[in-house]
């Protein structure tokens, strides 16, 4: 599972470290909730100062390789200015050879989502001051467990 903050400002490290925070909590819970139903995985959480796109997917990239991953989950929960919303996601990738199928030893990426649950909620101060992320992460792992186990979602 992969979850990665967002919402970075510079300077401003107390809210930095509150999103990193519900971020760590939300993926933490989703990762218990699948585990708790027989999936086996593993979570890598970037802060939200953690901006070079190239540099995180070349960390998750190896650290799928190394762990033998066939899927990634994107567990992510952020406030999208633009449209005034705070969402949460999960989204499964496949992790695929360089071109196709995954092969021992070929160069990995990630392929198109396979899966997404996603929800939007007012993006206000209220709602984050009673957003419960641990309480979200079980209730939408919950709903997506039948997609996410063997037999659900089958990887290209």
Known sequence: MFGHGRNFEPGQDDQNE?????????????LLSLELAGRRGFSMVLKSAATDLPRNLGLLLAEAAVRGCSQVLETTLFGDEQTQTLKARLRLYPVLGAKGPRVAGADLRIGEPLYTNERDFEFTRRVLERLNPAALGQAM???SI???????IVAP
């Open 18 to 30: 509150a999103w990193d925070r519900l971020n760590l909590q939300f993926n933490q819970q989703v």
């Open 141 to 143: 792992a919950d709903e």
């Open 146 to 152: 039948s997609q996410l186990m063997p037999g659900g």
